[in-house]
RNA sequence: GCUGGCGUAGCUCAGCUGGUAGAGCAAGUGAUUUGUAAUCACUAGGUCGGGGGUUCGAAUCCCUUCGCCAGCUCCA
C-alpha cells in the first residue's frame, strides 16, 4: 500500500501500483472527468501513471493554469495528425509545448503556406470532435527502434537511439485516433478537451537547432481552456505589436536606418536623440554623484592591442576586418575595456589611489549576423554604457554594492522591476579556484548586504568572470537582459594590470567589468516599447504643445512659449491654420504629456486651458501653477 | 549565416491568370478663423528595392543582389 497526502491534509491509502485515473476515480469520481494528470510531489504524472510510492498529491484539471502544458502538448499531437492527413509523406520532428503555446516540427516535400495553416487548423477541429482518448502503450527500445524504422521516422529514430543511449529500456508511445507518436506524456483524457486553440505562425528551423541538420517546417500554435485566454492572448499579442519601437518609430518620428548606409546602423532623429540626450544626463549626474571619471577612448586601435586582449582570439568573428591605416592594421573596437586599462597604466597606481572608476558612453561595432538585426535592439553599431571599476580584492564587496545601488536607482527611475541572478563558474573557465572563490564570494557579500532576493545561475557565469547579472521586466511583463556586472579575472592578467600595495611589491589588479543600461540603442527602443511612445514628462522630447484656436491666438502662443522655454520647458506652438479638434488629435497621436489650447477666452483671463495626454481636459490654470506642476513631474521623474 | 515570406508615392495598402500604375493619409496651393481626437477644394508626387534575363510587351515569370519580417542559429 501506498498513502497519499491530498491538499487538505487527508491521506488516502491505495494499492502500490494504482494509475492516477484509478485514484482519480477513487477519491474524486464526480470530477473525474475533468482530471487530466496529477502532481505527486511536485512531479507531473499522467494519467495513465502507475504510483509505486506515496506523497503529496494535488490533482490537474482542465481549467488550471499548471495543467496547461499538457493540453497544449496534447493540441501539438493534434495537429501533427492534422498535418499527416494534409502531408500524408510529413516526417515527424518534436512537438513539444512552449511559454505560450506549443509548436511541431516537419520534414515536408514544400514549405507551408498560409492556405494550408487554415485548412490544418479545420482539420484539428473536427478531430477535436471526435473525442478521441489519448492511449499509452510501451516498447522495449529495440522494437521501437525497428518499428519507427519502418515507418520512416527517421528523427524518432534518432531520439530514441539518444534514449538507449542514456540508458532507458522502454519508451512510450501516445496514440490517439489514426496518430500514435514517440512521447513522454502527460495527455488529456481525450482530445475533445481540446476546444480553444489557434495556429499562428510558420517557420524554419533546423532539427535539433544545428545548421548542418536538415531544416524542417515548424507550426506554431497556442490553446487554452478558455475563448477568454485566448482572446487576452491575443489581444496582449496585438499590443506588442502596436508598442513595437519600429513602428513607434515611423508614427513619431524616431529613428532610421538606411539601406544604402547600411542594415544595423541607427540614425537618431531629433526627438528620440532629445530622449537618449536626458537619459545620458541623468546617467553622468548618477556617476559623478559615485565618483566616477569620466573617459573617452578612440574608435579604432591596432592589431597588438586586441591581440593582448584576447579579443583577436576568442570574439575575432564578430569583430570587423581591419583598415590598413600606414600600412598597419587598425581595428573598430568591439568594446572599451582595452582603452580604460590603457589609460589606468599611464602611471603607477598605489593601493591607495584605488578604487579607480572609469565610465564611458562609448560607440562600438560588432558584427551580427544579417538576420538577428532588429530594429534598435540588434544593430552592428551601439553605445555602451561603459564602466571599468579598478580596486583591490577586499574591495570588490563595497564596489559591487555601489554598482547596484546604481543599478537600483537607474531601473527604479525608468519604471522597470528587476531579478537579480548570481552566475557562477562555469565547467570551461579561466583562472585558478582561489580567485574563482574570492570574487564569486564577494560578489554574494554584496548581494547579501544589498538585502534583496536574489537567485543563483549555477554555472552561468562567463569563462573569465562570475557575474551579477540582472533582468529587467517592463510594462508589459517582458523580460529583457538588463545590467551586468563582472569581475573580470582575464583582462588584468593579459595586459598586466597593477598597483603597488601598502607592502611596496606590485600586485595584479580586480577589474570590475559592468554595464547598467547597456547599449543606449538597445535600452533606449526597449524603453520606447516600455512606456509605448508615450515618454513621461521628464523624458518627453515635447513637453506642452501649445495650440491656438484662431491665428489671433498665434502670437500670444509664442509669447507663452518664450516664457515656458526660458524655464527649461521642451515646448512647440502649433500655429497651423488648422481645427483645434485636429491639432488636439495630433498632438495626442505625437503623445505629447501637456497641451495648452489659447482661445480669446484665456487670452482676456490670463489663464491657461490645459489638457492632459492621458487625463484629458484639466480646465483652466494659472501658468505659473502649470509650470510648478511640471517641474514637480519632472523632478520626481514621475512615471505615467 | 540558414529556412520561409515580403519589398508598389513620405506612410498604410490595392493592382485577377504578363498588356507599361491606383486609393486614403501626409505634402503643396487656395478657401475657411475654427473651443477639446480628422473643414473643404484643387495640385503635385512612383524608371513598382537594385542589376540581369525570358517575352512583341514585365510591378506581375526566371536568375542574382540588397534590405525588411517571422523563426532558427549566435550572443565576450
Request: proline share 4%; with cysteine.
Amino acid at each position: 500500500m501506498i498513502s497519499l497526502v491530498l491538499p487538505d491534509g487527508s491521506v488516502v491509502e491505495a494499492r502500490s501500483g494504482i494509475t492516477v485515473d484509478e485514484l482519480a476515480e477513487k477519491i474524486l469520481p464526480r470530477q473525474k472527468k475533468k482530471i487530466i494528470g496529477a502532481l505527486v510531489d511536485d512531479e507531473i504524472k499522467d494519467l495513465r501513471d502507475i504510483l509505486t510510492a506515496g506523497g503529496s498529491l494535488s490533482f490537474l484539471m482542465t481549467g488550471d493554469q499548471t495543467s496547461l502544458d499538457i493540453l497544449r502538448h496534447s493540441t501539438s499531437h493534434l495537429m501533427a495528425e492534422a498535418v499527416l492527413q494534409v502531408f500524408p509523406d510529413a516526417v515527424l520532428g518534436i512537438g513539444p509545448s512552449i511559454a505560450d503555446g506549443f509548436y511541431y516540427d516537419f520534414k515536408l516535400p514544400r514549405p507551408l503556406e498560409p492556405e494550408d495553416v487554415t485548412r490544418i487548423e479545420k482539420i484539428m477541429e473536427k478531430l477535436a470532435s471526435k473525442n478521441v482518448t489519448f492511449e499509452r502503450s510501451e516498447m522495449p527500445i529495440d522494437e521501437a527502434i525497428k518499428y519507427f524504422d519502418s515507418k520512416g521516422e527517421v528523427f524518432k529514430v534518432e531520439l530514441i537511439r539518444d534514449l538507449a543511449e542514456k540508458g532507458e529500456r522502454v519508451i512510450s508511445i501516445y496514440r490517439s485516433g489514426g496518430f500514435e507518436d514517440l512521447c513522454r506524456g502527460p495527455h488529456l483524457r481525450h482530445t475533445g478537451q481540446i476546444k480553444v486553440f489557434k495556429l499562428l505562425s510558420t517557420a524554419a528551423a533546423y532539427w535539433r537547432g544545428d545548421e548542418k541538420n536538415p531544416v524542417l517546417q515548424r507550426l506554431y500554435g497556442t490553446a487554452f481552456w478558455s475563448t477568454e485566454e485566448l482572446q487576452a492572448y491575443l489581444d496582449n499579442l496585438e499590443k506588442i505589436k502596436e508598442r513595437d519601437h519600429r513602428r513607434l518609430a515611423k508614427e513619431l518620428d524616431l529613428y532610421s536606418i538606411h539601406e544604402d548606409v547600411g542594415a544595423g546602423l541607427i540614425f537618431w532623429h531629433p526627438r528620440l536623440a532629445m530622449v537618449r540626450h536626458l537619459v545620458e544626463e541623468f546617467w553622468r549626474s548618477e556617476h559623478l554623484k559615485r565618483g566616477y571619471g569620466f573617459v573617452y577612448t578612440p574608435h579604432i586601435a591596432q592589431e597588438v592591442i586586441y591581440q593582448k586582449s584576447g579579443h583577436l582570439e576568442n570574439y575575432a568573428e564578430n569583430m570587423y576586418s581591419p583598415l590598413l591605416i600606414d600600412e598597419k592594421p587598425y581595428y573598430l573596437k568591439p568594446m572599451n575595456c582595452p582603452g580604460h586599462i590603457k589609460i589606468f597604466q599611464t602611471r603607477r597606481r598605489s593601493y591607495r589611489d584605488l578604487p579607480i572608476r572609469y565610465c564611458e558612453l562609448g560607440t562600438v561595432y560588432r558584427y551580427e549576423r544579417s538576420g538577428t538585426l532588429h530594429g534598435m535592439l540588434r544593430v552592428r553599431g551601439f553605445t555602451q554604457d561603459d564602466a571599468h571599476v579598478f580596486c583591490t580584492p577586499d574591495q570588490i564587496a563595497d564596489e559591487v554594492y555601489g554598482i547596484i545601488d546604481l543599478v537600483d536607482t537607474l531601473m527604479t527611475a525608468f519604471g522597470y522591476s528587476y531579478t537579480i541572478f548570481l552566475a557562477t563558474r562555469p565547467e570551461k573557465s579561466l583562472g585558478s579556484d582561489e580567485e574563482w572563490e574570492v570574487a564569486t564570494g564577494a560578489l554574494r557579500q554584496a548581494l547579501e548586504r544589498w538585502g534583496k532576493p536574489y537567485e543563483l545561475d549555477e554555472g552561468g557565469g562567463v569563462f573569465y568572470a562570475p557575474k551579477i547579472d540582472i533582468k529587467l521586466q517592463d510594462a508589459l511583463g517582458r523580460e529583457w537582459q538588463g545590467p551586468t556586472i563582472q569581475v573580470d579575472l582575464n583582462l588584468p592578467k593579459r595586459f598586466d594590470v597593477t598597483y603597488i600595495g601598502p607592502d611596496n611589491t606590485e600586485h595584479e589588479v580586480i577589474m570590475i567589468h559592468r554595464a547598467v543600461l547597456g547599449s543606449m540603442e538597445r535600452f533606449i527602443g526597449g524603453l520606447v516599447e516600455h512606456v509605448g511612445g508615450a515618454f513621461p514628462m521628464w523624458l518627453a522630447p515635447t513637453q506642452t504643445m501649445i495650440l491656438p484656436i484662431t491665428d489671433g491666438q498665434n502670437e500670444y502662443a509664442r509669447e507663452l512659449s518664450n516664457r515656458l522655454v526660458a524655464e527649461g520647458f521642451r515646448v512647440e506652438v502649433d500655429a497651423r491654420n488648422e481645427k483645434i479638434g485636429y491639432k488636439i488629435r495630433e498632438a495626442q497621436e505625437m503623445k505629447i504629456p501637456y497641451m495648452i489650447i489659447l482661445g480669446a477666452r484665456e487670452q482676456e483671463s490670463g489663464m491657461i486651458a490645459v489638457r492632459h495626454r492621458k487625463q484629458g481636459d484639466l480646465g483652466a490654470m494659472r501658468l505659473d501653477d502649470f509650470m510648478e506642476r511640471c517641474k514637480d513631474e519632472v523632478i520626481r521623474k514621475v512615471l505615467n
